[in-house]
């Protein structure tokens, strides 16, 4: 069955780096669209970032120009670098799978994965 394994999330200082990461299995990964999408306590789920099937990438304003996404079809991953940090992007992030295309609002996903957490602070 189609699942979604991330991993890469952890602690780190403002203005520091990670790079979360997507694994796919169960599925032809070429085919879906590819969402991160975060959960801060006591907020709703917001949709940072989507890559597309054909490789069209969407980015939420709060993390514009500090978050890249990036898939390996041949590797069935999806990444997320995420540089400049701040508190606020603490929260659960979710990696999420639709057909073809990113979804709108960009948190309608069929299939999602368990979530890695990331925290940033001093």
């Known amino acids: 069955q189609l699942q979604l394994v991330e991993s890469g999330g952890g602690l780190v200082q403002p203005g520091g780096s990670l790079r979360l990461s997507c694994a796919a299995s169960g599925f032809t990964l070429d085919y879906y669209a590819i969402g991160w999408i975060r959960q801060a306590p006591g907020k709703e789920r917001e949709g940072v970032s989507c890559?597309?099937?054909?490789?069209?990438?969407y980015y939420a304003d709060s993390v514009k120009g500090r978050f890249t996404i990036s898939r390996d079809n041949a590797k069935k991953t999806v990444s997320l670098q995420m540089n400049s940090l701040k508190p606020e992007d603490t929260a659960v992030y979710y990696c999420?799978?639709?057909?073809?295309?990113?979804?709108?609002?960009?948190?309608?996903?069929?299939?999602w994965g368990q979530g890695t957490q990331v925290t940033v602070s001093s």
């Open positions: 999420a799978a639709e057909w073809r295309l990113c979804p709108v609002p960009n948190i309608e996903y069929d299939y």
């Open positions: 890559i597309s099937s054909n490789g069209r990438t």
